[in-house]
């Protein structure tokens, strides 16, 4: 079955460092997410992204973070100056399917980020 | 607001015995509800989504949940429990229009014992 890949899948940093987090979704896929899990907290949405656009973020995503789809492959998550709170797993998806019902999210296995 | 709860972070239960994981949604418009299993060092994946077919879903793996509207519940079971069951299972909401906004709740992380 196609899946979805992201690297590093551990990662460590220096608060105020910039990161940049890589996923490859599946190829036929249009739709692009970022969620984001804080070690014993609930997984969160991030943002989401269609036709080199962000169609919706949540309050977590701020101006330190950033999406690209810098080729026809490649879905990267930068975050600009690194907190020591962005310590988390984050979880790169992408569907053939806009949001709503009948959607199907294929997850990636994740990066682990270490902000120290 | 929109928010799922899971009762019960860690459940364990004997191979063979029945699988037993709540979830229960807030709600003033139907959702669509959705259950996701982690396996160690493994991204999530769809088990099973109720979308306002049937009230009884069955996904794979033998996992089924059933969608009570009255009391906003969508609980995951399994008659027999296997031990490549053990795994973290998430409950998640998403609302009609939401562009891949998918509310999860905590987790439950299931143990099973020979």
């Known amino acids: 079955e196609p899946e979805v890949t992201q690297t590093p899948s551990h990662q460590v940093t220096q608060m105020g460092q910039e990161v940049i987090l890589r996923c490859v979704p599946i190829s036929n896929h249009l739709y692009f997410y970022w969620y984001r899990q804080i070690l014993g907290q609930k997984v969160e949405f991030l943002v989401s992204?269609?036709?080199?656009?962000?169609?919706?973020k949540s309050e977590i995503f701020d101006d330190q973070f950033s999406v690209e789809r810098p080729d026809g492959s490649n879905f990267t998550l930068k975050i600009r100056s690194t907190k020591l709170e962005d310590s988390a797993m984050y979880f790169c998806a992408s569907s053939d399917q806009s949001g709503g019902a009948g959607e199907k999210l294929f997850f990636g296995s994740g990066t682990q980020l270490s902000v120290l | 607001a929109q928010s799922v709860t899971q009762l019960g972070s860690h459940v364990s239960v004997s191979e063979g015995a029945l699988v037993l994981l709540r979830c229960n949604y807030s709600?003033?418009?139907?959702?669509?509800l959705f259950w996701y299993v982690q396996y160690p060092n493994q991204g999530l994946q769809l088990l099973l989504k109720y979308t306002s077919a049937a009230t009884l879903v069955k996904g794979i793996n033998g996992f089924e949940a059933e969608f009570k509207k009255s009391e906003t519940s969508f609980h995951l079971t399994k008659p027999s429990a296997h031990m490549s069951d053990a795994a973290e299972y998430f409950c998640?909401?998403?609302?009609?229009?939401?562009?891949?906004?998918?509310?999860f709740g905590k987790g439950t992380k299931l143990s099973v014992k020979p």
């Open positions: 709600s003033s418009v139907p959702p669509y």
């Open positions: 998640a909401v998403i609302y009609g229009g939401s562009q891949g906004n998918l509310i």
């Open positions: 992204f269609y036709n080199n656009e962000i169609s919706e």
